[in-house]
Nanobody
Framework: QVQLVESGGGLVQTGGSLKLSCTASGNILRIDVMAWYRQYPGKQRELVARVIRDGTTNYLDSVKGRFTISRDTTGNTAYLQMNELNPDDTAVYYC???????????????WGQGTQVTVSS
């Protein structure tokens, strides 16, 4: 089984910072992409940032210059450093990993449980 565990969400004031983390574990052969999504109530989940194995990163326009995605050297943990937070960043943030499992060699995305980020005005 594959498990993605997220942490780091919370309540901060406008202008503050948070750092989210996501650790993947289980029967994993390879992780190709790790990403952070967020979802507002009643809205579609949107991609915030992603990092690929070759180091390429992509960001939602509204978070460029404020958020930074990274992976540790093992590749199994992703981080999202969030600075200069504003109320529009309030959402549930989800980690996603595109990975291949051992044995079946199945490749697909896996979701973390989500963590709430709330930014007060």
């Amino acid at each position: 089984q594959v498990q993605l565990v997220e942490s780091g969400g919370g309540l901060v004031q406008t202008g503050g910072s948070l750092k989210l983390s996501c650790t993947a574990s289980g029967n994993i052969l390879r992780i190709d992409v790790m990403a952070w999504y967020r979802q507002y109530p009643g809205k579609q989940r949107e991609l915030v940032a992603r990092v690929i194995r070759d180091g390429t990163t992509n960001y939602l326009d509204s978070v460029k210059g404020r958020f930074t995605i990274s992976r540790d050297t093992t590749g199994n943990t992703a981080y999202l450093q969030m600075n200069e937070l504003n109320p529009d960043d309030t959402a549930v943030y989800y980690c996603n990993a595109i990975l291949t499992t051992r044995g079946t060699l199945n490749t697909r995305g896996h979701w973390g449980q989500g963590t709430q980020v709330t930014v007060s005005s």
